[in-house]
């Protein structure tokens, strides 16, 4: 049973972690807290849903599809629906991601009816066995796709000129500007790139994971939970907390209910928002 | 004689409030240019103007002869306009070497590299040995130095220094100062606002004295060091804040 | 009579607003005399929406606290009931007044330890949602409120006593209308009459001028949390009532919780009416889109995408809310002599709800 919650919770931790990057980026970069970021994954969930993907090629192509349309999306809302929040006080921009969210959890209610449907699992192979534990082909792959492209993300932000862009615009946004960084382009590309992740991430969950639109809120509130445990100092941190969050839940599910579980976890987040607040410090606009 | 960067009629706010009420400014190439005035007087309100930071608005801002009145701070700093900002604004999380390596990258592939690292090392000896270490642990005058050379990385055509030496131990101005004057010998246009008027004058060319956001005075910097009442009003202003900060 | 001496002396848009508050008010009473029967629930549905925005925006509002845990105020509400009377014979009302001083209860420590803490106005959000959250995965695992298929109401008292009518849903109508003028009677004196209550607008515009002013930020803020969760609760109890059936899905999911928040900025959180315009106006929207027949199970959907879409709108257009859009409007259509500026405070013209 211990190789059951390890083996599931760190498959499962390995996708949040990756949800959570999308949120950390977005957060850390831009100082947006974004609570429609859950409904990103959604996009790709019901994206492939949508197109039904027969093969592991056009499954490919499907997930690379949403993936830019999800970065699309995200690129217009932040041009027009968040952008002129930046450098303004006050809830507009907490109020609009919600609102975001909400009107896009009740499209996919009306667009898709009928809960909790899967597409066909597109991978050569049903399950495969590890240490002991059967585990699903969907799960395996996604789990290994969000691995890799999280040690991608990460060569990007700390190896390119790219991401010491964006690091330079979270560090001091001031000082971006000395540097000659049009930071206005940095914000919208960092959040169109914090949406393709986040939808990348719902086309490797859909193969495994029944869809339903209430999913969208849940994942908003898990990946928050991510980004402050994992703290804005590293990549890492979030990675690290997308797997204790990954194995906390297997842990509990194995032995209380789904809905205690989250409530305990829940529950455990409020106490970390207590004790460590500074963890998602909301700088202050520089300029005006 | 050519003209680096010549702005007149500028006016900048911050907020609702005039800050910088039509002012004129030249700086002739290959110059060091003063701006002295006391502590509010404007200063740095203007150069964030000037970079297009704060709402402004101009009758003419020419660097090198071309119109640049509308641009966006990033596309002055392209220009060739580079402000060494007085809050230094460094990437704290990164080393001084990625601090200058993001600058020289920025810099643009066309433009010459007349300040390459090896260069800048040259000039901050001290920043050589720091290389490695995060600019957040740094001293103030290490800081300073590091904003600088940030600056220089950025391959400017000119050169703005926004109280380089502010809050520094005296021995450490020295320091800034000379290697600012040896900077000033490769020829870059540098606009250097300072608290320390003898030492800016010596090595500036020409001198503006801002008060309240307008210039009220405008000389040669042998003709500023003489005249008595522009200083002694410059100096009433600044004893009293100095007074009042100790 | 005081007010024809009021009006007097007051701007135009003082008089219209007055005379739109009375006719509504004429409106609200004899409107289920007038229409359908089957629309006095929907009148019913309305005022449960004001009242859940409006006592949101007690705390929201007045204090700008963007509290997601009001939702959990409003099952503790239902639940309460569902428990106390339908389980165990308690007397509804004093089941209700169990339900408001628990849910106070949580209001208060909520606040108090956020602010204990020094949280922000986003981590408030995510905390409250998290409890939020966490309440209603408690209620739906837990025997006590019936796990994921709720509670029942078998009871088979009828009267005020009892809170419940069967064939008649007039006297809960009425019920609710008046629960919520009193509220709103007593939020306007609290505001207006009170030291308490006139500190708020203050902590919500500057908590650090509140505090160097001499007031008590924190026990403040915490005592309107408190308030305002309190009467959050009743509408719960009174939904309770109506339906007869209480689940974590019906009356504890977060999105009843940000649908209080969304509906009280878009009728305009810095005013009183505002909230209520909003919580009427979407029950119309909801009633509206059934007559064009849309399916039952879209209507719901499709009000909540509007919803957000209007309030998306309004922050966008960098505008209040309906209530301030349309006071500013009727200040350009009907200037008055002396320029009256309006101070950041509460407008204390209220608009009482009318047609569904």
């Given at each position: ?32 807290v ?23 090629p056009s ?12 970065a ?7 041009r ?112 169109a ?70 409530s ?25 | ?48 103007g ?34 060494v ?15 200058l ?122 003709a ?11 100096f009433a ?10 | ?25 004429i ?117 006590l409120?019936?796990?994921v298929?709720?509670?029942q ?118 005013t ?44 966008r ?39 569904a």
């Open positions: 049973m211990l190789m059951q919650i390890l083996v599931t919770g760190l498959l499962q931790g390995v996708i949040y972690a990756l949800i959570g990057l999308g949120l950390f980026l977005v957060f850390n970069v831009m100082r947006v974004n609570f429609a970021h859950g409904y990103f994954v959604l996009i790709g969930m019901y994206g492939l849903l949508w197109i039904a993907p027969t093969s592991l499954y490919l192509v499907a997930a690379m599809g949403v993936a830019l349309f999800a699309t999306f995200g690129y217009v809302i932040e027009w629906l968040l952008e002129f929040t930046l450098h303004k006080p006050g809830h507009a921009q907490l109020v609009i991601t919600i609102s975001l969210g909400i009107a896009m959890q009740y499209f996919f209610q009306i667009k898709f009816p009928e809960p909790y449907q899967t597409i066909a699992n597109p991978w050569p192979f049903s399950s495969v066995e590890i240490l002991g534990v059967s585990v699903n082909s969907g799960r395996l792959m996604a789990a290994v796709i969000s691995l890799a492209l999280t040690v991608l993300i990460s060569w990007v932000v700390y190896r390119t000129s790219l991401g010491q862009n964006l690091r330079a615009c979270s560090q001091s946004l001031p000082g971006a500007v000395h540097v000659g960084i049009n930071f206005p382009r940095v914000y919208r590309g960092t959040f790139f914090g949406a393709a992740i986040a939808a990348i991430a719902g086309a490797l969950l859909i193969p495994f994971q029944p869809v339903s639109p209430h999913f969208g809120l849940d994942l908003t509130i898990k990946a928050f939970i991510i980004v402050v445990i994992g703290g804005v100092a590293s990549i890492w941190g979030t990675v690290l907390a997308g797997l204790i969050l990954g194995l906390a839940e297997a842990a509990g599910s194995t032995f209380v209910s789904g809905s205690l579980t989250s305990v976890i829940y529950l455990l987040f409020l106490l970390v928002i207590l004790v460590r607040p500074q963890g998602l410090i909301v700088r202050k606009a520089d300029f005006a | 004689m050519d003209t680096a960067l010549s702005v007149q009629g500028l006016r900048v706010w911050r907020g609702r409030s005039e800050i910088v009420r039509s002012v004129d400014l030249t700086i002739p190439s290959g110059q060091v240019v003063a701006l002295l005035g006391a502590n509010g007087a404007g200063k740095t309100t203007l150069i964030e000037m970079l297009g930071l704060l709402p402004m608005k101009a009758d003419k801002l020419d660097l090198f002869g071309q119109d640049v009145r509308g641009s966006q701070p990033w596309e002055m700093v392209r220009n060739g306009l580079v402000v900002p007085q809050d230094r604004y460094l990437f704290t999380d990164m080393s001084v070497q990625e601090n390596e993001l600058a020289s990258k920025r810099s643009g592939r066309s433009q010459e590299q007349v300040f390459e690292l090896d260069a800048l090392y040259d000039l901050f000896p001290r920043l050589a040995e720091r290389k490695g270490q995060f600019a957040g642990t740094l001293s103030g005058g290490e800081r300073s130095m590091l904003a600088i050379a940030r600056g220089l990385a950025l391959q400017p055509k000119v050169l703005v220094l926004d109280e380089p030496s502010l809050g520094l131990a005296p021995i450490v101005v020295d320091l800034i100062m000379s290697t600012i004057e040896r900077i000033a010998h490769s020829g870059l246009p540098i606009l250097l606002v300072e608290q320390n008027v003898h030492q800016t004058l010596a090595m500036a060319s020409w001198g503006y004295v801002i008060e309240s956001g307008a210039v009220t005075a405008s000389d040669s910097s042998e500023l060091l003489r005249s008595d009442a522009i200083l002694s009003g410059y202003v600044d004893v009293e804040s100095v007074e009042g900060g100790s | 009579m005081t007010t024809l001496k009021a009006l007097r002396n007051t701007t135009p848009r003082q008089t219209i607003n007055t005379l739109i508050v009375v006719a509504s008010m409106g609200a009473i004899v409107f289920p005399w007038v229409v359908d029967p089957a629309l006095v629930g929907v009148g019913f549905i309305a005022l449960i929406y004001a009242m859940r925005n409006f006592t949101w925006n007690i705390a929201g509002g007045l204090v700008g606290l963007l509290s997601l845990a009001h939702v959990a105020g409003f099952g503790i509400g239902a639940f309460t009931v569902a428990i106390l009377t339908w389980g165990h014979g308690v007397n509804v009302w004093l089941a209700i007044l169990v339900g408001m001083l628990l849910s106070g209860l949580v209001g208060i420590v909520v606040s108090s330890i956020m602010s204990r803490f020094g949280v922000n106005a986003f981590f408030f959000a995510l905390g409250t949602a998290a409890l939020s959250l966490a309440v209603s995965g408690i209620a739906a695992s837990w025997s409120t019936g796990e298929d709720g509670l109401n078998h009871t088979s008292g009828e009267g005020l006593l009892h809170l419940q009518w069967f064939l008649d849903p007039k006297p809960l109508y009425y019920v609710a209308l008046i629960l919520l003028v009193v509220i709103v009677c007593f939020t306007m004196w609290l505001t207006s009459r009170t030291r308490f209550g006139r500190s708020l607008p203050f902590i919500r515009e500057d908590p650090d001028m509140a505090a160097s002013m001499g007031i008590d930020v924190v026990r403040n803020q915490a005592l309107t949390m408190g308030l305002s969760m309190a009467l959050t609760a009743i509408p719960g109890s009174l939904i309770a009532q109506y339906t007869s059936f209480v689940s974590y899905e019906s009356v504890l999911t977060l999105e009843i919780g940000i649908l209080m928040m969304v509906g009280a900025i878009i009728g305009g959180s810095s009183l009416a505002g909230p209520i315009v909003a919580g009427i106006g979407i029950a119309a929207l909801e009633e509206g889109l059934r007559a064009f027949d849309v399916t039952s199970s879209s209507v719901s959907s499709i009000t909540q995408i509007i919803y957000a879409a209007i309030v998306i709108l309004i922050l257009l960098g505008a209040d809310g309906i209530v301030p859009m349309w006071n500013a409007l009727l200040d350009r259509l009907f200037p008055s002599r002396e320029h009256h500026e309006v101070e950041p405070e509460l407008e204390s013209n209220d608009k009482e709800p009318a047609h």
